[in-house]
């Protein structure tokens, strides 16, 4: 991403906004791993991007929508004999999920519109404004084409499709906490190449892990193989049981085995480029750089203790949802460092500064 430098204060309006925008969205990502752990996400077979905003009101209603719930193969390969009220339960938390994307949505264009009457945002952050809404729409279109996975044939999502739902979410996460970043004037760290290729690195590995981890949820992985640093019984299992299935990619999307295999395989990983990264940090005395490169390990040693004792307690709601939680926190500090390291423009425009209640 380019570098919008400009005076804090006339953005301060903005960057509050996109920071509580980005809140929103990491609510928004921890209601819908509940929905997944509840089971709740095929509860709604219609999309009604307007009207479905309503919950049902009538007696009349909760039936209708409960017998259209009951024509899909969940209910009757995994819910059979359901009552009224456990649907309500499921209905709740699908509901929400969708009820806060439409809030995000509008959360997000109605200031933006205020933004571009009054003025003053150049260019730059237009665009990316406007880039950051149009993959906001697209992430519904995805939410509805990964629940649409699951209403015919399958008794749960797509686990492809629930992988590209939060990883695109996230996406649109990062692409916020940057530009949160960019609207702050700050200084030039200076810092080794080196290191700004382990952050740039420790970022990507980190969508990567994030990835496998929606993979793991949509196959249930994590429910098997609940032994640690052991799998299968062995640290690395046979190559008969992790690469049977053919073509031989096929294993690492839909092997059960391989999918937690390479999730375990990918934080170690994280963990140890974290680990030399801050080490790097630290003994190049980077500054802030060095801060916040040892928040990052911290935050990564907290995640992989999370998914240790979620994988061997068999995922409770309670510390899957935590697991996943400091999983934003990971990915936010790692943007942070990132953008920290990132080269900054030495040449400036400064913007028009248009007071709030002023048209420019």
Known sequence: MTTISAPSEPYRAVRWWLISVAALIALMVLVG???????????????????????????????AAFEAYKKIPQYRELNAGMSLSEFKEIFWWEWSHRLLGRFIGVAYLLPFLFFLWRGGLPGELKRRLWLLFALGGL????????????????????????ATHLVLALVIFAGI??????????????????????????????????????????????????????????????????????PWWRNMFDNVLTVQFEHRMTAYALF???????????????????????????????QALLGILTLLNQVPIDLALAHQAVAIVVLTLAVMQTERLATRSSTQAQPRAVPVGQAG
């Open 33 to 63: 791993g509940a929905t997944r752990l509840t089971e709740s996400g095929l509860s709604i077979v219609e999309w009604k991007p307007v009207t479905g905003s309503v919950p049902p009101l009538s007696e009349a209603q909760w039936t």
């Open 139 to 162: 992430q519904g279109a995805v939410g509805w084409w990964m629940v649409a996975s699951g209403l015919s044939e399958r008794v749960e999502v797509s686990q492809y499709r629930l």
């Open 177 to 246: 906490v940057w530009t949160v970043r960019r609207l702050a004037e700050r200084p030039q760290i200076a810092a080794s190449s080196r290191l700004r290729f382990t952050s740039a690195l420790l970022l990507v590995v980190t969508f990567i892990q994030i990835y496998f981890g929606a993979l793991v949820a949509g196959l249930r992985a994590g429910r098997a193989y609940n032994t640690w640093p052991q799998i299968d019984g062995a640290f690395i299992p046979s190559a008969e049981r992790l690469w049977f299935e053919t």
């Open 272 to 302: 140890a480029l974290a680990a030399l990264h801050a080490f790097d940090a630290v003994r190049s005395r980077a500054g802030s750089a060095a801060s916040g490169a040892l928040l990052l390990l911290g935050a990564i040693s907290l």
